[in-house]
Nanobody, 121 residues
Framework: QVQLVESGGGLVQAGGSLKLSCAAS????????MGWFRQGPAKEREFVAA???????YYTDSVKGRFTISRDNAKNTVYLQMDSLKPDDTAVYFC???????????????WGQGTQVTVSS
């Protein structure tokens, strides 16, 4: 079983940056595809980014060029660097893990509890 804990959320002004972390325990992440999802106020949960166990990365169009996903398998941690933040990025951000997952799949077995990101205008 994989336990995921997100951190790094907070309040930031538009144009600012935040770096989210997702620390895993229970299993080594080296064979897991890791994803970031978000759910804004009164919105459905949506895919943000993923990094496969082969280190290929994927992004939703709205964050391309602004967000960067990375992983440090030695630290069992995945990161989401978020730059040029916009008010529309305001959401609870969730980390997810799927063993040997396809980076293009939105199906994940393991989920964290989420961290709030608020971008003020």
């Amino acid at each position: 079983q994989v336990q995921l804990v997100e951190s790094g959320g907070g309040l930031v002004q538009a144009g600012g940056s935040l770096k989210l972390s997702c620390a895993a325990s229970g299993r080594t992440l080296s064979t897991y595809t890791m994803g970031w999802f978000r759910q804004g106020p009164a919105k459905e949960r949506e895919f943000v980014a993923a990094i496969s166990w082969t280190r290929s990365s994927y992004y939703t169009d709205s964050v391309k060029g602004r967000f960067t996903i990375s992983r440090d398998n030695a630290k069992n941690t995945v990161y989401l660097q978020m730059d040029s933040l916009k008010p529309d990025d305001t959401a609870v951000y969730f980390c997810a893990a799927e063993r040997y997952g396809s980076g293009t799949s939105k199906e994940y077995t393991h989920w964290g509890q989420g961290t709030q990101v608020t971008v003020s205008s």
